[in-house]
Nanobody, 121 residues
Framework: VQLVESGGGLVQAGGSLRLSCAAS????????MGWYRQAPGEQRELVAD???????NIADSVKGRFTISRDNAKNTVYLQLNSLKPEDTAVYYC????????????????WGQGTLVTVSS
């Protein structure tokens, strides 16, 4: 199972980006999916996560600006980033709890490779 992120890039302050993360492999079920970010010299932090039932949790630092959603049919989670600020600059990582066809009742924590978001002032 792997997660592949896309959609990062360079944007001016106040701009928007949409990140996507698609899971692939011998997937049986995906439970929670989420986005984390890590700025240079900082620890990785949770940005937002979403359950299989579409319950969401958004970090206070991005609440009102970022939105998380998912398409279960496509095994994909999205992060809409609006009103971006320079302090949002970071590598954004996708995370998911995934069970496989080979072992349907055990969940693995899977990480993507990260996508860089750079916000210029």
């Amino acid at each position: 199972v792997q997660l592949v992120e896309s959609g990062g890039g360079l944007v001016q302050a106040g701009g928007s980006l949409r990140l996507s993360c698609a899971a692939s492999g011998t997937i049986f079920n995906i439970n929670a999916m989420g986005w984390y970010r890590q700025a240079p010299g900082e620890q990785r932090e949770l940005v937002a996560d979403i359950t299989s039932g579409d319950n969401t949790n958004i970090a206070d630092s991005v609440k009102g600006r970022f939105t998380i959603s998912r398409d279960n049919a496509k095994n994909t989670v999205y992060l809409q980033l609006n009103s971006l600020k320079p302090e949002d600059t970071a590598v954004y990582y996708c995370n998911a709890a995934v069970s496989t066809i080979e072992d349907p009742y055990s969940y693995l924590e899977v990480w993507g490779q990260g996508t860089l978001v750079t916000v210029s002032s």
